[in-house]
């Protein structure tokens, strides 16, 4: 009889039999040799539509991740802890660890693309212009609007269908510009072409939304790293969440050493400049600069690491982007992150020596000054208080970068530490 109870303990199913069968008796360590092994579940960890934003697709920025994140291959820094909790969802930014064969970890930046606070007004702002309600489908109210309509119905991106979009990037628009766009967004299989035929209208939307709200992802996708452009790699959105590689924020390093300081501001003028004077005739420019705008690799080399504030002039096509007369028009896509009301900076009004008097004026002070012995310390500061009021009417931006470089150049050193051009430093005369 107890044989009989033990074996029929061993293949039960059902939870309530086994405990009449474990309650009449069955041996338990009979059962043990006599029952199947229990593989070992992996534990899962759920984030929730809600953290990731997937609840609010197709108004997102894109899905290509999202696999990582449920395979675990995307963990925040916390899931490393005992706890494994995520972090707070009112952050505008993490560190995560990402990999690819589930052995070896390099750091990731996941970031949103405006906080948790300004999405969520955002969203309400889209029920209650357009449905006339506090909650809503945020899809089918976006998709119900005119701008929308006009991009179903549009082959090609165009300057018309960006025009009041309120990211420096679209307010001066060339169709090359838009071109590149199209053709290089990494959110949908790569068709290599200049016309929308690969997009289906979720892809449209999630573009749209993405270039009304912050552009930084998209700009890291048409200049990409591997082409040599100045921006951390990117690896993939899911929801309203950015992967990119990771860098420290330039704030970090106001307090290094002077060689390391003298190297960082180089490398800062050499960006600006290449910004400016590149084989595709585009011409950069920054509305704002801070203390994260900038990011350092772990191998010493200097990125931009947010270009959200990055505008475009089209060198090639200046004569065909838009007046600015042409870009008041407004509506739902241009409010959904800054005050409809904010006025747009003139193409005209921007100068080769732009980016260059903002760095100077909140950057370069905080990364240089009282690093060096005060002859040279002079130098620096006299150039820093002359180009943070505009350099004056005589000189381009390029021949007063090329002065603050020949102060900055034999501060510099040559050793591991600067790993991004060491032992190149100690065999040419370019370093």
């Not at 702002?125 to 005119?146: G, N, V």
């Not at 016309?195 to 912050?214: C, E, I």
């Not at 390093?253 to 585009?282: C, I, K, W």
Request: aromatic residues 10%; proline residues 5%; hydrophobic residues 40%.
């Amino acid at each position: 009889m107890g044989r009989w109870i033990c074996c029929l303990c061993s293949r039960v199913a059902d939870p309530l039999m086994l405990l009449l069968v474990l309650a009449l008796g069955c041996n338990p360590s009979t059962a043990s040799a006599a029952s199947p092994s229990v593989p070992h579940v992996k534990p899962s960890y759920s984030f929730g539509r809600t953290f990731l934003g997937l609840d609010k697709c197709n108004a997102c920025i894109g899905t290509s991740i999202c696999k990582k994140f449920f395979k675990e291959e995307i963990r925040f820094d916390t899931w490393l802890s005992s706890h494994l909790k995520l972090p707070p969802s009112s952050l505008l930014s993490y560190s995560g660890n990402y990999t690819d064969d589930a052995k070896s970890w390099r750091l990731v930046d996941i970031t949103r693309l405006t906080s948790k606070y300004q999405h969520d007004r955002a969203d309400k702002r889209i029920c209650t212009s357009l449905l006339r309600t506090k909650s809503c489908s945020l899809e089918r109210a976006l998709r119900r609007t005119q701008r929308f309509q006009k991009w179903l119905r549009a082959k090609r991106l165009t300057p018309d269908l960006v025009q009041g979009l309120p990211s420096p990037l679209l307010r001066c628009p060339s169709q090359r510009l838009l071109d590149r766009i199209v053709r290089r967004y990494a959110e949908v299989p790569d068709a290599g072409s200049i016309y929308m035929d690969h997009l289906t209208d979720r892809d449209k939307l999630r573009l749209l939304y993405t270039l009304a709200v912050n552009s930084h992802p998209i700009l890291l996708q048409i200049f990409p790293d591997v082409e040599g452009w100045p921006f951390p790699r990117y690896l993939g959105s899911c929801g309203r969440l950015l992967v990119s590689a990771s860098t420290r924020p330039l704030r970090d390093f106001f307090g290094a050493a002077p060689e390391v300081a003298a190297d960082l501001a180089l490398q800062l003028l050499a960006v600006l400049h290449s910004m400016a004077t590149n084989d595709l005739n585009y011409f950069f420019y920054f509305t704002h600069v801070d203390a994260g705008t900038f990011g350092v690799f772990s191998n010493g080399h200097l990125f931009i690491r947010d270009a959200s504030t990055l505008g475009i002039i089209d060198k090639e096509e200046a004569g065909s982007q838009l007046i600015d007369g042409q870009q008041e028009y407004k509506d739902i896509f241009s409010c959904l992150t800054v005050d409809c009301q904010s006025a747009f900076v003139s193409c005209d009004s921007i100068r080769d020596k732009h980016s260059l008097v903002l760095v100077c004026q909140d950057l370069l002070p905080k990364l240089l000054s009282g690093k060096f012995l005060p002859p040279v310390q002079e130098s620096i500061d006299a150039f820093l208080q002359r180009c943070a009021r505009g350099l004056g009417e005589g000189g381009s931006a390029s021949e007063a970068m090329a002065e603050l470089a020949g102060i900055l150049k034999p501060l510099r050193s040559c050793d591991s530490r600067f790993a991004y051009r060491y032992p190149d430093c100690r065999y040419s005369d370019k370093y």
